[in-house]
């Protein structure tokens, strides 16, 4: 499964940390982490971090464990990213190649659930541990945890998953992870007094003796610690951590952190929409009685049934319903009744899952003979289910006071590596609430929202009204009448509708309507006013009336690519398929590579100290080697390169390329700078890492050579490339929070502006605001950086993403960057890039700011350019 760019993001920042909390104390890495650059089109890590981010703070008892939390929203995949996590113990440095894992859950029904889909070599959670460490992995029920031998950890990855109150008791005794267990006999039998002594914190038999107990053994192994949704899990039992665990690293993935959570990640509910992890905006709908809002829901999830059976691939849209507990009116029975006999729906099609009622176990809900259609809870599927089905969430009392509103909606948000639909509806959920007014169900769906993991203002964002006009906020605008537009039905027109995909309908006799989507597919009216000439000039008045964006009548803004010659072929300038037609290999690199024996020599003194005498326990364990020992038979340096081969791991580079470069490398560090083997054979994966630094920075500079000579360099072959250019068109940035500051524009070319960096009343937005004033823009549009379909230009490090773009009233394209004054000395490349466009495509490019060389205000600049 390959994982959302955020994803690679998360994982990349946690590499970084965890290995360099390997050399300097992890403040110093968790600052270092978050200042390295951003893989290629995310944004900076500590502008990710917003509000969240704050200085590292080592929670009590936890010492120089580094410890830190990845931030998803529901929905965001936190599961998935945690198995990815653990190879990361490896690449890190953890002093064996095979690590232990304690995973930690909240419940006990999601422990069984995680230790089965870690346990299945068909679940993508498995195969994620099965790729990092070739078939090695052994997982383990911690209440299973005496059928662990040595061999296991010697050999195999082993992930060992409990829950939180199995560590957080206080009273040990009952508790089978402290107890004594010859079982466990193995791992301590042949450790001498000396060993020992050096776990000054294992718990004692009341004899004095060392209690062959799991706690202990997890102890001496060190593993790392992986928090899965178990918030204070870390402040709460730091104490007892250190004392009993002893944990190499602490990570948490988290939707809501609480206290001091060293967060050093943060997603937004706008990335995971993006990447079709959820389904968004929650289209709500309040009732004033829960049989209103039952009947609402049901006739939605039929209006998406309709729609679904359009969609190329199946869909069944499914309704989530949230009863009441028996002690209260709409209890399951009652609900279940009034769907069936006075709502008519087949009993087929209705399942109820409870605590006492499992009717979902075993059911397939994708399966094409499924029937079901409506789910009735209470709670029970807020644990661990996730159906990109489910889409209409209905709650028969008032939300605010119901509990696990936020797990049950949650499910109907989440679309888990499932592909967009083609019909807009149908990337929406939707809810269908007990409430008063819209006020009511609103601020209530909204707190729900931050409880998984939304901001404030993504929650906001979030919330639309099927009639409400939510632009200036969720409260601020009266009803809107739906957008239509009537047609003469004429063959000549049907013809033209039918080719555009839409089934003519007469709403009333000689009379076609289109909706909103339907006006706004490029070229629609045209073509109907130049099949139907007779009616062309009323068709134009009505369409002129519409008060609409240009948009959604159908108007279009084209913008040209850059490309570049390369090899013989015009191609897009897009620096990841250039470099793949510049032939460069890492054998054709020196071996030299400055400052990187003494940096190791340094982190073997740091280590060694630091380890304090463990890593002899670890060695029993783990088959590894021994400190100070200065040679074991089978070291080699041919050895210690087949060691480093899968962790310096870069598809870009064959194996026999990279094996050659590495033995160079090794034989440099032996022959020429004096290092031991057995230096470099106990501190390979800190070699490795800094090996993969390295060739990051080589291929960097490569990078860079070839930007400069195919695209910034005077002589750059470029030229445009309008065949495969970018469109705005209606609907482009539905997936976007809307403005909802207190600037007006007339000229956008969407209904709705997407959001801008900033303050609502910011340079950005006034900025947008004088483009908007300027008689030569015919329309533009706010360009949302790192979307999918917004126009980027490449430099040499990454993509830019100007903020405007801009059609004039001659038909030039008009593309604008603000940049404040903080930022303008690092944008040189932004400008030279923005200008090569220009010239290749006949078109227009500014960058603007506060106040230029000139003393201008951006609207001076803005017309001095077009003047």
């Known amino acids: 499964m390959q994982l959302k760019p ?13 290995g360099r909390a390997q050399e300097v104390d992890p403040a110093q890495a968790f600052d270092w982490a978050l200042d390295q650059p951003p893989l290629e089109d995310q944004p900076p890590l500590r502008q990710r971090l917003g509000r969240f981010g704050a200085p590292y703070r080592a929670p009590k008892g936890l010492g120089d464990t580094p410890y830190c939390c990845i931030r998803l929203p529901t929905g965001g995949g936190k599961t998935i990213l945690a198995a990815h996590a653990v190879p990361l113990a490896r690449s890190a440095g953890l002093s064996r190649d095979y690590p232990v894992v304690l995973w930690l859950v ?14 299945d070599p068909r679940h993508a959670y498995r195969a994620a541990l099965d790729a990092a460490f070739s078939g090695a992995v052994r997982v383990f029920d911690i209440g299973d945890f005496a059928n662990i031998t040595p061999h296991d950890l010697a050999s195999h990855a082993c992930v060992v998953v409990g829950t939180v109150q199995t560590l957080r008791v206080e009273n040990t005794e009952g508790r089978k992870v402290y107890q004594h267990h010859e079982a466990l006999e193995p791992f301590f039998s042949r450790l001498d007094a000396a060993t020992l002594a050096s776990f000054p914190d294992l718990e004692k038999t009341e004899a004095g003796g060392v209690r062959y107990s799991f706690a202990n053994l997890l102890h001496m192994a060190r593993p790392m610690m992986v928090v899965d949704e178990a918030h204070n899990v870390v402040t709460a039992l730091s104490d007892q ?15 809501t952190p609480r206290g001091h959570s060293n967060i050093l990640f943060n997603a937004s509910a706008a990335e995971l929409k993006a990447e079709q992890m959820i389904k968004m905006p929650i289209v709500l709908q309040e009732h004033a009685h829960w049989q209103s809002a039952v009947a609402g ?11 679904a059976e359009t969609e190329r691939e199946p869909l069944r849209p499914i309704t989530l319903y949230q009863a009441e507990p028996k002690d209260r009116e709409v209890t399951v029975e009652v609900l279940r009744r009034h769907l069936i006999d006075d709502l008519k729906i087949a009993e087929d099609r209705i399942v109820i899952a409870t605590g006492d009622q499992r009717g979902l176990d075993g059911v397939d809900l994708a399966a094409p003979g499924c029937p079901i259609e409506h789910i009735i809870t209470v709670e029970a599927l807020k644990e661990g289910w996730d159906c990109p089905y489910a889409y209409v969430f209905c709650s028969v009392a008032s939300i605010k006071s119901s509990t696990s509103v936020e797990q049950l909606l949650g499910r109907v948000l989440r679309m888990p590596y499932a592909s967009r639909r083609s019909s807009a509806d149908l990337n929406r959920a939707y809810a269908h609430v007990s409430e008063p007014t819209f006020y009511a169900a609103a601020t209530a769906l909204k707190d729900a929202l931050v409880d998984m993991g939304f901001e404030d203002g993504e929650a906001e964002q979030a919330i639309e009204h099927p009639q409400l006009d939510l632009s200036e906020g969720l409260f601020a605008q009266p009803p809107r009448p739906p957008v239509t537009l009537d047609l003469i039905n004429t063959p000549e027109t049907c013809a033209v509708l039918v080719a555009h995909g839409i089934t003519p309908v007469e709403s009333r006799p000689g009379v076609l309507t289109l909706a909103a989507p339907e006006i706004a597919r490029p070229g629609l009216i045209e073509q109907i006013m130049h099949a139907a000439p007779s009616g062309a000039t009323e068709l134009q008045r009505a369409v002129e009336a519409l008060h609409v964006a240009p948009a959604a009548r159908g108007a279009e803004l084209r913008v040209p690519a850059l490309g570049t010659m390369i090899d013989g072929q015009l191609m897009l300038a897009d620096l990841d398929l250039l470099m793949e037609h510049v032939e460069w290999r890492l054998s054709d690199q020196s071996p030299v590579i400055p400052a990187l024996a003494d940096s190791l020599g340094e982190t073997v003194r740091r280590y060694l100290i630091d380890v304090d005498g463990r890593q002899v326990t670890n060695t029993f364990l783990t088959g590894d080697l021994l400190e100070g020992v200065d040679h074991v038979e089978g070291w080699s340096p041919a050895r210690l390169v087949a060691l480093l081969d899968p962790l310096v791991n870069d598809p870009s580079f064959t194996q026999a390329d990279k094996v050659g470069w590495l033995t160079r490398v090794v034989a440099r560090l032996i022959e020429v700078d004096g290092l031991s083997l057995a230096q470099l054979m106990r501190m390979r994966q800190a070699l490795a890492r800094k090996l993969i630094a390295h060739i990051g920075q080589v291929r960097r500079q490569q990078r860079a050579t070839t930007a400069q000579r195919y695209l910034l360099d005077p002589g750059a072959p470029v030229q445009a490339l309008s065949n495969e250019g970018f469109s705005f068109r209606y609907g482009v940035y539905d997936d976007q929070p809307t403005y909802r500051g207190p600037i007006g524009f007339t000229k956008h070319l969407l209904d709705r502006v997407p959001a801008f960096d900033g303050k609502a009343d910011g340079e950005e937005p006034r900025c947008a605001q004088m483009l908007d004033s300027l008689t030569q823009v015919k329309h533009w549009v706010r360009n949302v950086a790192r979307h999918p379909a917004s126009f980027w230009l490449q430099t040499s490090t990454q993509r830019t993403y100007p903020d405007f773009v801009a059609e004039l009233t001659d038909g030039r394209i008009f593309v604008v960057e603000y940049k404040g004054a903080d930022h303008w000395a690092d944008a040189a490349e932004d400008r030279a890039i923005g200008e090569v466009w220009a010239r290749a495509t006949g078109n227009l490019y500014l960058m603007v700011r506060a106040r230029d060389d000139q003393a201008r205000d951006p609207l001076a600049q803005l017309i001095a350019r077009l003047g």
């Open 297 to 307: 829901a049901v006739a939605e999830r039929a209006r998406l049934g309709a729609l």
């Open 6 to 18: 955020y994803q690679q993001s998360a994982l990349k920042v946690l590499g970084d940390f965890l």
């Open 241 to 255: 951590m250190r004392a009993r665990i002893n944990p190499w690293a602490v990570v948490e993935f988290t939707a």
């Open 106 to 119: 909240t419940s006990n029904v999601i422990r069984q659930q995680t230790v089965q889909a870690l346990a």
